[in-house]
């Protein structure tokens, strides 16, 4: 059974940083991309960002690029989002999410980030 925790979410004002985590459990990722995603209230669920667990090539949504890191922690089963010079419209609940072909998609419990002053 893949597990998926987020943690490190909370209040920031603009221009502030957070530094989320998701723990993965369940099974070896060699050879996925785990990712993050957002959703605020109203709104679509949106893609934020993603690593190769393997080559850890990562890819951007054009919103957070520059501002955002994704990094994996292979010792942990980790992935790490730093979040930079963050803005109100980052607001929103964010994911992590590993597709695993043959097992599904697996989602965690997400986590809330609120920018505001």
């Known amino acids: 059974q893949v597990q998926l925790v987020e943690s490190g979410g909370g209040l920031v004002q603009p221009g502030g940083s957070l530094r989320l985590a998701c723990a993965a459990s369940?099974?070896?990722?060699?050879?996925?991309?785990i990712a993050w995603f957002r959703q605020a209230p109203g709104k679509e669920r949106e893609f934020v960002s993603n690593?190769?667990?393997?080559?850890?090539?990562?890819y951007y949504a054009d919103s957070v690029k520059g501002r955002f890191t994704i990094s994996r922690d292979s010792a942990k089963n980790t992935v790490h989002l730093q979040m930079n010079s963050l803005k109100p419209e980052d607001t929103a609940g964010y994911y992590c999410?590993?597709?695993?072909?043959?097992?599904?998609?697996?989602w965690g419990q997400g986590t809330q980030v609120t920018v505001s002053s």
């Open positions: 999410n590993v597709p695993i072909p043959g097992w599904g998609s697996y």
């Open positions: 369940g099974r070896p990722f060699n050879g996925y991309k």
């Open positions: 690593i190769a667990w393997n080559s850890q090539i990562t």
